[in-house]
Structures are given as C-alpha cells and as structure tokens.
C-alpha cells in the first residue's frame, strides 16, 4: 500500500525549534515530488513548497521562503519539515503529499499523510 | 490570499447537483491542469479529480472536472450526505512558480 505516515503531534513554544517528518511507504520515495501543505485553525490549503527527494531539487512559496526548511533522507524514505524558531503564528495543521506522477513537478497530490498538528503556545 | 477563487459554500438537497467554480488567471489554471480535493471534516485532504476532468480510482463518476479558458469547475451529482465536506481547486501557477489552492467551497447538504 502506498501511504505517506506524519509524525505525531507537538506542543511548543515561541522561539523554539522543530522537526516533523513524513515516512513514504510502498513506492519509490526517490521517484516522486514530495509537498508540504499548511492548514490554519479553521483555514483552507496554503501550499508552502515540495521536494524531489532523489536529488532534493527544493522548490518554496515566496511566502514560506525563509521560515521553513525542508529536506528528505532518501536512505529512510524520509521528508523533513523545521523550523528554526516557531512563532504563535505558525499554529496548523502540516499535511506532506506525494505528486501523482514519477518526477512531475505540476501533477496532483494524490497521496497525503494524516498530518502533524503544530501548537506554539507559551 | 488565494489566486483561486471558489464560492465560499454552496447547497443542495440530497439526489441533486451542485457545481463549484474556481476562477484564475492565464499563469495558473489557463495554462496549468487543474486538481481538485475533498477535505471531510477531521481528514486530510483527498484527490477527486486531476488533469481537469480525470478522476482517480475509486472516485465515482458522480464527480466530474472541466475546464474552460481560466476557469475550472467541480460537478457532484446524486449529492449524499456523505458528500458535506470542503472542495478545494488546485494547480501550479507558472508565474509565482508554486502550487495554488483555491479559497475552498463547503459543501451543505440540506
């Protein structure tokens, strides 16, 4: 089964750092983009950026560019997103996708993982 | 804000039709496939429809795709109660060089 498994989720504070992951499953993690979609209490999709993990060809939204990082570890079939710092603002839901065909940067996301809450909360 | 533009909800009785628009520009859906998902409540988004109008397996044929010019548009016939979610468009805009979501349509079944 093709399936794309999120971290759990996290609780943190202004100013700290943060990691979650996204572990692909039953296809060719190197073959296929991987996406990272944010979602606001009550927001819809906000696409922030995507990853080619066979050689981690990144792409960003202008409007993530500088707040987020993202990475894969092709070895575990691993994509990253972090943060240096959190912001209260950065409270969401972190959806990770998978593009539906091999090395398409502009096709669908067809597979998604369950997503990571994100809380910032002093 | 969203280069796509969706209604935000739209109605109907069970056993009906509903369409949702999603309206853009030439650098994004004029000239880019259009997808489109179904979010129900509490669930990550799903795939109903890529490359305009083809649908996934699996998906009935009670959702269709089309595309027009900068517009695109998602039909649901034979509307279940099941069908109350939120709709979302999507596409790559060649101009931003990034994937857009459309503003998001909720679905009511009355």
């Known amino acids: 089964e093709v399936q794309l498994v999120q971290s759990g989720a996290e609780v943190k504070k202004p100013g700290e750092s943060l990691k979650i992951s996204c572990k692909g499953s039953g296809y060719s993690f190197t073959s296929y983009w991987i996406g990272w979609v944010r979602q606001m209490p009550g927001k819809g999709l906000e696409w922030m950026g995507i990853i080619y993990p066979g050689d981690s060809d990144t792409r960003y939204s202008p409007s993530f560019q500088g707040q987020v990082t993202i990475s894969a570890d092709k070895s575990i079939s691993t994509a990253y997103l972090q943060w240096s710092s959190l912001k209260a603002s950065d409270t969401a839901m972190y959806y990770c996708?998978?593009?539906?065909?091999?090395?398409?940067?502009?096709?669908?996301?067809?597979?998604w993982g369950q997503g990571t809450m994100v809380t910032v909360s002093s | 804000q969203s280069v796509l533009t969706q209604p935000p909800s739209v109605s109907a009785a069970p056993g009906q039709k509903v369409t949702i628009s999603c309206s853009g520009s030439s650098s994004n859906i004029g000239n880019n496939y259009v997808s489109w998902y179904q979010q129900l409540p509490g669930t990550a988004p799903k795939l109903l429809i890529y490359?305009?109008?083809k649908r996934p397996s699996g998906i009935p044929d009670r959702f269709s795709g089309s595309k027009s010019g900068t517009s695109a548009t998602l039909g649901i016939t034979g509307l279940q109660t099941g069908d109350e979610a939120d709709y979302y468009c999507g596409t790559w805009d060649s101009s931003l060089s990034e994937g857009v979501f459309g503003t998001g349509t909720k679905v009511t079944v009355l």
């Open positions: 490359d305009n109008n």
């Open positions: 996708a998978r593009s539906q065909r091999a090395s398409d940067l502009f096709s669908a996301f067809d597979i």
